[in-house]
């Protein structure tokens, strides 16, 4: 059975961006002071290789996120191109209420109950799926109880408050780690799975 798998950058204090959405604190490869070292970009082309499907909201794949990594994956002079060629080529499964049509290559919707189309997901064949956000929507995946594996990109920042996607669960729920690893940009990547 295919796992689920979240992969989000947080701040150090668990948020997914600030009160205005804003992400631009993370560490990512965008300049000198705030850039992704080698071995964190080899982690992360590992993680993007054992999956061949991506989740996404509708706001998040409107807002740009399909375009963005096939463009950046078709640059093979880019340092991010091995996995964004990945996520590029995954299948992306856009979760709407509204949407009518997927107008993204590779691209199909789903448009019923959240678990019911996690778990049949789940159930086919090849690699396993990965999220990478936003926040309600990995919100309501860890609700629901779906997310198998959670791999989260701490960063030197501390915002003070922001978007969490752990905001006012229904339960509490517990997690086993798995894996710490820390780089020398900064970031800090934990994985964890529920714990059973």
């Known amino acids: ?12 204090d668990g948020y997914m961006a600030d ?7 993370m560490v990512w490869n965008w300049g000198p002071l705030w850039t992704w070292d080698e071995a964190l970009r080899q982690h992360f082309i590992k993680l993007t290789a054992t999956i061949d499907t991506v989740l996404l909201s ?3 794949a409107e807002e740009g996120f399909i375009n963005h990594w096939a463009r950046v994956g078709a640059d093979t002079a880019g340092p991010q191109h091995a996995f964004a060629r990945s996520i590029a080529q995954a299948r992306k499964v ?26 049949k997901l789940k159930q086919e064949p090849g690699k396993d799926m990965i999220v ?6 990995a919100a309501a995946l860890i609700e629901a109880g ?31 780690l798995v894996n710490a690893q820390s780089f020398d940009c900064g970031v800090t990547v934990l994985t964890y799975v529920p714990k059973t």
């Open 1 to 12: 059975m295919k796992k689920l798998k979240l992969q989000v950058q947080l701040s150090l």
């Open 19 to 25: 009160m205005q959405g804003s992400s631009d604190w």
């Open 58 to 60: 509708r706001k998040m």
């Open 94 to 119: 856009v979760f709407t209420k509204t949407l009518t049509q997927a107008v993204w290559e590779n691209t199909r919707l789903a448009k019923g109950n959240l678990v019911e189309e996690v778990n």
């Open 132 to 137: 990478y956000g936003g926040v309600s929507f």
């Open 146 to 176: 779906l997310v198998d594996e959670y791999h989260l990109f701490i960063n030197p920042v501390a915002l003070g408050n922001g978007l969490s996607m752990f905001k006012d669960p229904t339960h509490k729920f517990k997690l086993t």
